[in-house]
Every structure is written in structure tokens, then in C-alpha cells.
């Protein structure tokens, strides 16, 4: 009696089955990872804004604290100005980076050299590239805000949001 080499339709069936399911045990996973990758990322970013902001205080004393984001960053080769600082990246000087939008501010309430910042973050597609917002204001702490609303645009915003534990 002779045999036909090869596979039936029902042991491919079992097989692609097989692979379907750890596709749908394995995919949720991968994209919580990816989400806490970005979110990892935005917080650092963020506190490397408020690092930039500190140095960029101390290098133009007269203005304060920097106006807006791209004030700390500038063109790949930088001569320092207060408009263009060449503190930080270029990527991250645009606003968005690894699925977040930041923001950075300088603000004064006399009118004079800014005296207080916010910087933050928050997802660009809140629950697929991230699930929180960070910011931090002149204090230097790291805030959370487990939410999806825009960044905080002020200090007030930012200071209502739980410290980082």
C-alpha cells in the first residue's frame, strides 16, 4: 500500500490554529511594552527639557528661563543665542518624539526675565502610544497625570498633577 507524502488539511488547520492563538496572547503584550518604552522615553525627555531649561537659565540671565521649546534647541551646527540655545536635539526640539508631543514655556508674572517654566508631555494617540502625561515646573519634580488631555500649558495645571512616587 503506498502513502501520500505531505499533510492532511486537518494537521494545517491545527497548525495555523496554533499560531493564531500565541498571535492573540503575544500581541497585547508587545504593545504594552511598546507603550511603556514610550512612556519611559517621554519622561526622560521631559527631564532633560527641564535640565536644558536650568543650563539655559543659568547662560541668559537676563531672559530667564527659555520662552518656548524651540529656544533650547537649533540648526545641526549651532552658534548659542538666546532664540537658539543648542541645548537639546533637534528631534526633540520639534515637539514629538516616540509617539509624544512636548511642550516647554517660560513665563513672568512682572513682566520682567521669565522666573518660573512648565514643561510636558502627552500621547499623541493616547492608549497606543501611551497612557500618561509628564511635566515638570520650576520645582524640578517629575508630575504624572494618568490621563489623556493635552500637555499642561501652565504651572498650575502641571502642580495639580500627583508627584512621581
Given at each position: 500500500?503506498?502513502?501520500?507524502?505531505?499533510?492532511s488539511l486537518i494537521e494545517l488547520l491545527i497548525v495555523v490554529a496554533i499560531i493564531l492563538i500565541i498571535a492573540a496572547v503575544a500581541i497585547p503584550n508587545f504593545l504594552r511594552a511598546r507603550i511603556s518604552a514610550d512612556e519611559a522615553s517621554a519622561g526622560s525627555s521631559v527631564r532633560k527639557i527641564a535640565t536644558a531649561e536650568?543650563?539655559?537659565?543659568?547662560?541668559y540671565p537676563d531672559v530667564g528661563f527659555a520662552v518656548d521649546l524651540a529656544s533650547l534647541g537649533g540648526p545641526?551646527?549651532?552658534?548659542?543665542t538666546s532664540a537658539s540655545?543648542?541645548?537639546?536635539?533637534?528631534?526633540?526640539?520639534t515637539g514629538v518624539k516616540t509617539?509624544?508631543?512636548f511642550l516647554a514655556a517660560g513665563?513672568?508674572?512682572?513682566?520682567?526675565?521669565?522666573?518660573?517654566?512648565?514643561?510636558?508631555?502627552?500621547?499623541?494617540?493616547?492608549?497606543?502610544?501611551?497612557v500618561r502625561n509628564f511635566c515638570i515646573v520650576t520645582d524640578g519634580v517629575l508630575r504624572i497625570d494618568p490621563g489623556g488631555a493635552p500637555p499642561a500649558a501652565d504651572v498650575p495645571?502641571?502642580?495639580?498633577?500627583?508627584?512621581?512616587?
Open positions: 500500500m503506498s502513502r501520500d507524502r505531505g499533510f536650568y543650563a539655559y537659565n543659568a547662560s545641526a551646527a549651532c552658534s548659542p540655545a543648542c541645548i537639546l536635539d533637534s528631534v526633540l526640539t509617539g509624544y508631543t513665563f513672568s508674572p512682572s513682566g520682567g526675565a521669565n522666573t518660573s517654566f512648565v514643561t510636558s508631555s502627552a500621547p499623541q494617540n493616547f492608549n497606543i502610544t501611551g495645571t502641571c502642580t495639580a498633577y500627583p508627584m512621581r512616587q
